[in-house]
């Protein structure tokens, strides 16, 4: 069984501060899939990475960067210098196999609320 | 532009009422799926489809009902069974990885 831990429930930060969302996984697989997604406060979610289990090299995206690490299960998002269009709810998601036939599992997502 | 929509955005419904929710996508995905999604909490799968004429049931699919006749659409039934419809309702498709959604349907029953 495949189960996403998204430990922070809401985040609160200020402009320009950075931020980091974290997402701990665990799969029997060695072959998988994480994900992330953003649901601005107009409800649909959108696609923001996909990285799988033999690519561990970080990424980075302007702003928004991610640390994959399997020795710790982990597949973090940071935000550098946050905005209030970050304010969101952030989905981490896993899963086990490619293609239409795999059905992912969710984290609880993490809301995260910047202040101007 | 490719993309998922559903219609409506906001849907009144009486109690004991059945009500359809719209999904149409022109991303030619096989996978088109129903989530439920309440007030600060994750996304609930309710059906699936992997191909046309096949669904599969998720994980909360008592009280609701769905059909894949097209490709394109995948029509989520929320019949007077479902004890708690009042909730955000979204869709998704994919092809080989990713999920992409929809900007999903608000129902409420009173």
């Known amino acids: 069984a495949q189960k996403v831990t998204q430990a922070q429930t809401e985040i609160s930060v200020v402009e320009k501060e950075d931020v980091t969302l974290d997402c701990v996984y665990e799969?029997?697989?060695?072959?998988?899939?994480l994900f992330w997604y953003k649901q601005p406060p107009s409800g649909e979610l959108v696609f923001l990475i996909r990285?799988?289990?033999?690519?561990?090299q970080n990424e980075i995206s302007g702003r928004y960067s991610w640390n994959f690490q399997k020795s710790t299960s982990s597949f973090n998002f940071t935000i550098t210098a946050s905005q209030v269009v970050d304010s969101a709810v952030y989905f981490c998601a896993l899963s086990e196999a490619p293609g239409g036939s795999y059905i992912p599992t969710f984290g609880r997502g993490t809301s995260l609320i910047v202040h101007p | 532009d490719g993309g998922i929509t559903q219609s409506p955005k906001y849907l009144f419904r009486k109690e004991g009422q059945n009500v359809t929710l719209s999904c149409e996508q022109n991303?030619?995905?096989?996978?088109m799926y129903w989530y439920r999604q309440d007030p600060g909490q994750g996304l609930r799968l309710i059906y699936y489809?992997?191909?046309?004429?096949?669904?599969q049931k998720g994980d909360i699919a008592e009280g609701y009902s769905v059909s894949r006749e097209k490709k394109e659409s995948f029509p989520l039934t929320v019949t007077s069974a479902q004890k708690n419809p009042t909730a955000f309702y979204l869709c998704?498709?994919?092809?080989?990885?990713?999920?992409?959604f929809g900007p999903g349907t608000r129902l409420t029953v009173t």
């Open positions: 991303l030619n995905h096989d996978a």
């Open positions: 489809s992997q191909i046309v004429n096949d669904f």
């Open positions: 998704a498709s994919s092809g080989d990885y990713e999920q992409y």
């Open positions: 990285r799988n289990s033999f690519d561990e």
């Open positions: 799969t029997r697989d060695t072959t998988y899939y």
